[in-house]
Structures are given as structure tokens and as C-alpha cells.
């Protein structure tokens, strides 16, 4: 299967300050990738779908401006959480699919944000 | 609006016994496909078994087979002589044809107990 790795997996800031995580297609080029923030005990929330040169889709109620979503090559999506704030913290995973639309998702390790 | 539910928080299971994990989901679709993926701890989600809905035969992986009831709207996951390596997170997951959205239910955690 397709490999899709995603940076860093822990990352502690302090609030106010902003924090990139990158998600990398390895083995295959993605068009589309996927932000999804998972709370604990709690299923996995789509925020945005990232496309490769263009503006990324920010799912309802999902802050456009805190959370940056760059997607400038085939294997690169990142997203930045400006001005991060304890409410920010989380399990930020990424993910892409091979193929059609019915294909199966390829995650990433998951990024884990503490905002102190 | 789809939903996926899962309703069972958390499930054991002795090593070598079989499991089965409940999910059920809404849509008004009739093009849809349906998956189980497994989240181990610290380890990305991988996909378990998919299903696509106009099959009407149950998908089966190994020691992996899922129950399709399309009426009933019922996606259950049974783990058959299951193992230590099992432990994880189970998500269920719907998305219709042509869609990019994948709707997942909740999660069930499952213990093995050796």
C-alpha cells in the first residue's frame, strides 16, 4: 500500500506561537490530502481537504486563518496552527488515497500538538 | 447527512476467541462503501476490511470478515482466533461513490486478553 508519512509526531509550544506539521506522500503522488483532528475518546474530525495547487476546503466551523493548509507539490501538504492556544491541542493526522474516490485511505503516524 | 455509529466504547476479547464489533450507519445514498480501520497505539490507521454496498457478499480478510446487512443498515466486524497484535482502536467508516468525505463512527477499543 501507499506510504504516507507525517512530521513531527509530538510537538509542545508555547501559546501565541505557531507550529507547522508536514504530511508527505511517499510512494505515490497525491492530489488530495486530507486534515483530520482527533479528539480524545473521540472519532476523527475532517478539517480540511488539501489540493495540490490550489486553496485547500475548510470544513464548516474550521478556522481558515488559524489553520493553514499549503499543499505546493504532489508529495507535500502541511498545516500550521497560528497563534496556538491550549484549545489547539490535539492529534492531528493526515491522510491521502490512491486512485478513485472509493479508494482506501492511507494515514499518517498522527501528530500530537500540546499547546502549554 | 451520513452517520456512522459505534456503540460500544470498548470490547475484550481472551486470545484465540472470536470478537465481533457492532457498527451502524445512515445514508440515503444507494452508492457507498464501507470500511474498518484499525488505529494500534502510537501507530497510524491502517485499513482492516472494505465493503463495497452493491455486493451483497460479505467481504472477508484472513481471520477478518465483516456482516453486510444493506436493509438493516448494519456493518459489524468479526476477529476470529484473535491475537495479542489485535489490541487496538476499530474505527468504522462510510463514504458515498465520488465523494472524498469519509464519515467515521466513534471507535471501539478492543482488548485482548492473553
Known amino acids: 500500500g501507499a506510504v504516507v508519512s507525517q512530521h513531527p509526531s509530538r510537538v509542545i509550544c508555547k501559546s501565541g506561537t505557531s507550529v507547522k506539521i508536514e504530511c508527505r506522500s511517499l510512494d505515490f503522488q497525491a492530489t488530495t490530502m486530507f486534515w483530520y483532528r482527533q479528539f480524545p475518546k473521540k472519532s476523527l474530525m475532517l478539517m480540511a481537504t488539501s489540493n495540490e495547487g490550489s486553496k485547500a476546503t475548510y470544513e464548516q466551523g474550521v478556522e481558515k486563518d488559524k489553520f493553514l493548509i499549503n499543499h505546493a507539490s504532489l508529495t507535500l501538504s502541511t498545516l500550521t496552527v497560528t497563534s496556538a492556544h491550549p484549545e489547539d491541542s490535539s492529534f492531528y493526522i493526515c491522510?491521502?488515497?490512491?486512485?478513485?474516490?472509493?479508494?482506501?485511505?492511507?494515514f499518517g503516524e498522527g501528530s500530537r500538538l500540546t499547546v502549554l | 447527512a451520513q452517520t456512522v455509529t459505534q456503540s460500544q466504547p470498548e470490547m475484550s476479547v481472551q486470545e484465540a476467541e472470536t470478537v465481533t464489533l457492532s457498527c451502524t450507519y445512515d445514508t440515503s445514498e444507494s452508492d457507498y462503501y464501507l470500511f474498518w480501520y484499525k488505529q494500534p497505539p502510537s501507530r497510524q490507521m491502517i485499513l482492516v476490511i472494505r465493503q463495497e454496498a452493491y455486493k451483497q457478499q460479505n467481504a472477508t480478510e484472513n481471520r477478518f470478515s465483516v456482516n453486510f446487512q444493506k436493509a438493516a443498515k448494519s456493518f459489524s466486524l468479526k476477529i476470529s482466533d484473535s491475537q495479542l497484535g489485535d489490541a487496538a482502536m476499530y474505527f468504522c467508516a462510510c463514504t458515498i461513490s465520488g465523494t472524498y468525505k469519509y464519515i467515521f463512527g466513534t471507535g471501539t477499543r478492543l482488548k485482548v486478553l492473553a
Open positions: 491522510s491521502s488515497r490512491q486512485g478513485g474516490a472509493t479508494g482506501e485511505l492511507f
